[in-house]
């Protein structure tokens, strides 16, 4: 079971940090993904993280801007937003993998609530 936290309202500019709980099977994840919709938009991939290791990859829109990490003995892992822009306003969704990692949503197997995070300019 995943719980993503932390979203809100924010002005342009601003930051935000998104936590993403994981509870029950955890010793089967071997990565983690943040993804986000936007309103009228398809799921896109934002930023994942190997649950080992210190493997990341992020989505050309938001690197240099976002930071993907994890606390294995807490189970969690956070997306540190900078630098917010209206763009970003979406719903973000945490998910977890049992094999693989990466960009594609097809990897992950387990999916979290969303969260809603609101950029105004």
């Known amino acids: 079971q995943l719980q993503a936290s932390g979203g809100g309202l924010v002005q342009a500019g601003g930051s935000l940090r998104l936590s993403c709980a994981a509870s029950g099977r955890t010793f089967s994840i071997y990565g983690m993904g943040w993804f986000r919709q936007a309103p009228g938009k398809e799921r896109e991939f934002v930023a994942g993280?190997?649950?080992?290791?210190?493997?990341?990859n992020y989505a050309d829109p938001i690197k240099g801007r976002f930071t993907v990490s994890r606390d294995n003995a807490k189970n969690t892992v956070y997306l540190q937003m900078n630098s917010l822009r209206p763009e970003d306003t979406a719903v973000y969704y945490c998910?977890?993998?049992?094999?693989?990692?990466?960009?594609?949503?097809?990897?992950?197997?387990?999916w979290g609530q969303g969260t809603q995070v609101t950029v105004s300019s």
């Open positions: 993280i190997r649950w080992s290791g210190s493997y990341t």
């Open positions: 998910a977890a993998a049992s094999s693989g990692w990466g960009m594609s949503q097809s990897t992950y197997a387990y």
